[in-house]
């Protein structure tokens, strides 16, 4: 069996190991994951944790977390490879985490290569911190980890090697992708050797740079690591501010982003439903589907986590999260998502980073306009951000964005697909996101 929907752009389904259970459960997931229109499946670290039971504190990058394993009695690279296989025949490519910036503290490679690490005034291993930018005395430390030093030193190279053969490792055994976590604080040259060692295996391996929370210049810095993809903040953006669309247009030109409406990183977006005081059912639902429009139309790949289809409100927490936490689901938007991700399938803009536009309605009602670099093809996503009140956008020509409208077809998923707006203009409903695409001029 295969997907429904063809390749192109990323549409990621991130299997969250500590809530899908050993790794013989995974499996079961895989037929809904691809029924719902998804290519690929992201895998939180599976490896062996440090004591503090954290997968992003990993200790041994060749073992599988006793956890996940369960009652399995094959090897650890035997069960990854079946979930692997697994995941092919449903057109499902998998990509892991790759944790480079730091380890666990108690990790093998302190006693293999004590050289790697940053090492504090008394020579002890040093653990990575965060500062509050609003208040320097709230200083976060991670005291379970260990950093790496990336000074510039002979004993780099042996640190190259190392992750050059954790990649061919995974590689051989059929990933396709690696998420490389907190890539910005990793120099762009051990990237690239990294990378390069992954594709003297299979040339066809994506490296997708997590980028979140940190400066521009920063990110502007791993441009000759040559990543496939990066992370973007589209979730965040209040559809009014500039900064969204300023770092859309200016990282396009490093890699292509891809966009989610929540991860694991962030609280459940039911959860910040309920904080502004949204808990009606209905509306609920509603606001799940237009987030998820969004991220999936922002840029040319998207990314859910396991049980944003049902609405769960528990986080995925990396290290307290367990099987048991599976919830009852509070609606069930796997349709939509399949819908979701059909169109994006089909829609040649929403596979291929193009310049995009902001495009203001006098009604207050907003678009993004994204044209294709190359050709002449077009996509519009209108939003009114608004949680109360319907606006008629003129149809005389009047109004830019029912202008632009007018000129394509809508396929907004669920939505009737044909001419854009009628005689009397577009509408938009409180809350509602519209897709319209076309070819040929905008203005």
């Not at 609280?267 to 502004?276: G, M, V």
């Not at 632009?404 to 996101?433: F, N």
Request: aromatic share 12%; charged share 25%; with cysteine.
């Amino acid at each position: 069996m295969t997907s429904a929907v063809g390749p192109r752009g990323p549409r990621i389904y991130n299997l969250f190991p500590l809530l899908a259970g050993p790794i013989h459960d995974w499996q079961r997931h895989l037929p809904r994951i691809a029924q719902m229109g998804f290519n690929w499946i992201y895998v939180n670290p599976f490896h062996f944790p440090g004591f503090s039971g954290s997968l992003y504190a990993v200790k041994d990058y060749y073992r599988l977390n006793p956890m996940l394993r369960g009652n399995a009695y094959e090897a650890d690279d035997v069960l990854l490879k079946n979930f692997i296989d697994s995941a092919a025949k449903y057109g499902l490519s998998v990509m892991m985490d790759l944790v480079l910036n730091h380890t666990s503290k108690d990790a093998e490679l302190t006693h293999q290569h004590p050289e790697f690490y940053a090492r504090d005034e008394k020579g002890e291993l040093q653990s990575p911190y965060a500062i509050d930018p609003a208040n320097a005395e709230n200083v976060t430390v991670w005291g379970d980890l260990a950093e790496i030093d990336f000074t510039p030193r002979p004993e780099l190279d042996g640190f190259v090697r190392y992750f050059q053969d954790v990649v061919k490792h995974y590689v051989k055994l059929g990933v396709r992708g690696f998420r490389c976590d907190a890539a910005y604080k990793v120099p762009a040259d051990i990237w690239l050797g990294v990378n390069h060692a992954a594709h003297a295996i299979n040339p066809d391996v994506l490296f997708f740079a997590e980028t979140l929370g940190c400066r521009e210049d920063e990110v502007e810095a791993l441009r000759p690591a040559r990543f496939d993809f990066l992370f973007n903040s589209a979730k965040w953006w209040d559809f009014k501010s500039p900064w969204l669309l300023d770092q859309y247009n200016r990282f396009r030109g490093i890699a292509p982003s891809v966009a989610f409406p929540e991860s694991h990183d962030t609280p459940r977006f039911r959860q910040e439903l309920a904080d502004r005081g949204v808990t009606s059912a209905k509306a609920v639902e509603q606001q799940y589907k237009a987030l998820y429009l969004f991220t999936a139309t922002f840029s040319t790949g998207v990314m859910m986590p396991m049980g944003f289809e049902y609405g769960f409100k528990s986080p995925l927490h990396v290290v307290e999260t367990r099987p048991e936490h599976w919830e009852d689901p509070q609606f069930d938007i796997s349709d939509f998502i399949w819908r979701t991700n059909q169109m994006r399938a089909l829609v040649p803009t929403l596979n291929r980073e193009g310049p995009q536009y902001q495009v203001w309605s006098p009604t207050g009602v907003t678009g993004l306009l994204r044209k294709d670099a190359e050709g002449s093809d077009w996509s519009l996503a209108v939003v009114n951000p608004e949680p109360k009140g319907s606006w008629q956008m003129a149809g005389d020509g009047s109004d830019p964005l029912a202008r632009i409208a007018m000129r394509g077809h809508e396929v907004t998923p669920g939505g009737r697909c044909g001419p854009g707006t009628g005689e009397d203009g577009l509408t938009a409903k409180a809350g509602e996101i519209r897709v319209f695409t076309g070819d040929g001029p905008t203005d």
